[in-house]
Each structure stands twice: as C-alpha cells, then as structure tokens.
C-alpha cells in the first residue's frame, strides 16, 4: 500500500507478499471509513484488513470468499463482492462498521459492487457482463 499528498508527495508504504497481518495476497480494493481508516479487499487471504491511515494494522475480517470489491454505502455498512468458495456461492455481503455480517445476498461471479442513495445494490458480473440490482426495501 502507497499513502500520497494531493500532490502526489509518497508519504508512506506498507505490506509484503504474505499471509500474515499487513501482507498481502493479491490486493483488489479498497475503502475508507469517516475515520480515515482503510479497509484492504485482500482477495487471495480471504479477508478484509483494516489500517490507520499512517498504515497500523488494526484488525481484520475473515470467514468469506476471496472479496473482489468493497465500499462504504452512506449508511456507513461496507458492500464487499465475495467469490465462490468451496462450492459456496459468490455473495454480496453487508458488513456494519465492526465487521458483523447483516445480510448476504447470493449473486453470480461478483466482481465489483455499488450503492446508490437509496441504499440500492449494483453487482457487476464478470461472465454474464451485466449487472444484478437488488433493491433496497423497508
């Protein structure tokens, strides 16, 4: 992980190839809380990792399929594309800011993932190059 200036001044760098806390394995996405905290889609570790923004590893999330994407809705709960995983389905799974699953909707080849104002999902699929929309009821 690089950290830049809005001038493009490198401030710092973490993270190795690994499988330990602040390695990584095939970094795919990131996202970032009101804190400044950011959240590592470390797809081929299957987990999420969390970092300050002066790159302290502060926690992680696992029990998923490799994540592709994740980001933050306005609601403050993380949408996070999950891959298949020992003949489990791929998933968009909905995290409340302490990592506690809410909800996972099955979805086919996620691979990237948006929500609108509403609170409505987007999936994008990679091999039936659409995109599933789960609406937002309640």
Not at 30 to 55: C, H, M, T, W
Not at 95 to 111: C, F, K, P, T
């Amino acid at each position: 992980m690089h950290r830049f200036t809005r001038d493009g001044r490198l401030v710092k760098s973490w993270g190795t190839p690994g499988k330990a806390k602040g390695q990584f394995h095939l970094p795919h996405s990131i996202a970032f809380d009101d804190d400044g905290k950011l959240y590592v889609a470390d797809r081929s570790n299957e987990r999420i990792q969390i970092f300050s923004p002066d790159g302290v590893f502060l926690g992680q999330w696992t029990g998923m399929g490799g994540p592709n994407d994740i980001t933050r809705g306005k609601d403050g709960n993380f949408y996070i594309t999950e891959q298949e995983d020992d003949g489990k389905s791929a998933y968009v799974c909905v995290r409340d800011g302490q990592g506690n699953v809410l909800a996972r909707l099955e979805s086919r080849h996620v691979h990237g993932v948006g929500v609108d104002s509403r609170g409505d999902i987007y999936a994008g699929l990679t091999q039936e190059r659409s995109v599933d929309k789960f609406v937002r009821t309640g």
